[in-house]
């Protein structure tokens, strides 16, 4: 057997074996068959062949393991290229905002193509609150039911609403006009909405707010809130008389300039009580302003806009009949005003105050309004734009809890590159200034210590120190212009003062007297200023 296997283990024995002979070897071997048993000439033959058929063995355990191991890998290649592939795009529910507004402006228009954290659409169902009807629970929520005619068709859709916009009032002392129980439902049903269900239902009664701003006026101050004075009645019972005439009766709430009476006299007042015992209301009674103009200040997020409006028509309702409508600049004393009337009742995010420029040029302010408030202006587009951004913002912010920045009043580049050409001119002026009081100085001594004469000719030395000062006087100025290729695109204020020292330059150079030097000066400065300023 030893001999064997050194037979086999030679390299040049095993090459001259036939062909398929120690595949024959490589066979397993019956299980049933024992070493101990008495073999034949083919079993001994084979016999020796029990270390390669081990080593064999050992192979065929090593590719199983090989085999395993690329069925692995050949798996981990089809998880990874199952991942690789496009995920199939999730279908997210359109999130329902309603929006309680007239028919007047489309509010899906704005909407449209918006999505909330860019992920969810925004499905717009418009209505006014005389179209809607609700029923809220505890556990399901809101559900709404609307009746709308678009178009001469009517159009009725039930639905949960995710987020309300309420572009309306709430309340109103005409027949039918009081929905504060659809604002009770909503606040019952859990549903967000800009502004606040519990300050639009706060908002249901005017003297309520205008108690609100009697706080702000007794925490800041008469200077910095300037409230207007007012009385209020419960009743007619109580209303026997007031201060001082004029007065404004306004009684119970109302909109718009109505329910607002004018009162000159004791007999107009009891008239006015007595229509006031019919309404069945409460009034109240505020000094009448004569006004020059009303003052608007509205907020809408983070956005503010002031407004003036002059009656034309002569009446004493600036809103009523004709009136001009002009937009001014946004003050720090008219933004600490709507500011603190926006931390009313929890916070509006829109809100917008009222007042009135008297004549003796005190302010006076007389009104809150919330979300409902009427779009004024030029930019009733960009208001309403800005309506729907905030929307988004706080559709994302109650519903997934995502809460974005809002973007603030952002200086113009207009505004920047006007403040650097300020800047320029300014320094411009003040070494023109510096170079002419240099002039006229050394004309005055010139013409001190010379005669006549020498005046009049002018010294070559003379000169030339004159003419040196200017420029020593612009070395503290703009840089002067490069020379080369580059020359030609300097700036137009480096020219400008370029031509100021030409100026000064080419009048001294001259032969003039130094009366006729210093009128020419000054007619050039008078030149070169209007062509500085000409842009």
Known sequence: MNYLRRRLSDSSFVANLPNGYMMDLQRPAPTGSSTSSPASPATERRSPASVPIQTQGSGSSLGSFLSSFSSVVKSAQMAQSVAAAPAKPVIRKPKILLVIDDQHTDWAKYFRGKKMNGEYEIRVEQAEFSEINLASYVISGCL???????????????????????????YSMVPGEDFRNLVIGLHFGGVPSINSLFSIYNFCSKPWVFSQMIKLYHSLGAEKFPLNEQTFYPNHTQMVTTPSYPVVVKMGHAHSGMGKIKVESQQDFQDITSVVALAGTYATTEPYVQSKYDIRIQKIGNNYKAYMRTSISGNWKANTGSAMLEQIAMTDRYRLWVDSCAEMFGGLDICAVKAVHGKDGNDYIIEVMD?????????????????????????????????????????????????????????????????????????????????????????????????????????????????????????????????????????????????????????????????????
């Open 144 to 170: 709404v039911d609307m009746q709308v005619n678009k178009s001469g068709t009517k159009v009725v859709r039930s639905f949960k609403p995710d987020f309300v916009l309420i572009r309306q009032h709430a």
């Open 371 to 535: 979300s409902s408030m009427p779009l004024i202006g030029e930019h009733v587009e960009e208001d309403k734009q800005l309506i729907t951004e905030l929307v988004i913002n706080k559709m994302a912010q109650a519903l997934l809890g995502v809460s974005k920045p809002q973007p603030s009043s952002v200086k113009s580049r207009r505004g920047k590159k006007t403040l650097h050409h300020c800047n320029g001119l300014l320094l411009l002026v003040c070494t023109a200034v510096e170079s002419l009081m240099c002039v006229l100085s050394a004309g005055g001594q010139r013409s001190a210590s010379a005669s006549p004469s020498q005046s009049a000719q002018g010294s070559p030395q003379r000169a030339r120190s004159a003419t040196t000062s200017p420029s020593q006087a612009f070395q503290p100025g703009p840089i002067p212009a490069p020379s080369g290729p580059g020359a030609q695109k300097q700036s137009p204020q480096l020219n400008k003062s370029q031509s100021l020292t030409n100026t000064f330059t080419e009048t001294l150079r001259g032969n003039l007297t130094d009366d006729e030097a210093k009128a020419e000066t000054i007619r050039s400065l008078r030149q070169s200023f209007a062509s500085l300023f000409s842009d």
